[in-house]
């Protein structure tokens, strides 16, 4: 049987720049000023929701710092800690990989539903958030 491991504060913020940065993602693809309350609502019911290790993870500690100056360098940074964030679930809590990659696409498809339904750039996000959780595998 494999025991769980706890995660260190750096490993925490690799799940939480992933899980965070994936809900920005989707977020600035149809971007939207009165859709940022429900966005961030639907993202953070979705986190609570979450459970063990994943919801410790994304619920305390400091919130990441993701890139501002293009979607490209977000991307470039969020999609990779994506796969990493798995990759430390797999080697220290192996049954909660499962539970990060369903919480980070619930928030993703709870943002993109969060206003006016699913644009085709959130659609095109999500997918490559999906992408990034499954190359881990």
Known sequence: MIMEQRLTDEERLTLKTG????VFLVSNADPGVLSVLRESAAASGAFAGSSGVVKEALTTGPLPKLPRDSPL???????PALGRAVRILAEKSPADVAAYRSVVLAAADRVARAHAGVAPEEAAMIERIRDALAESA
Do not use: N, R, Y
């Open 19 to 22: 899980a965070f940065g994936a």
């Open 73 to 79: 360098e977000i991307e470039s940074t969020v999609l």
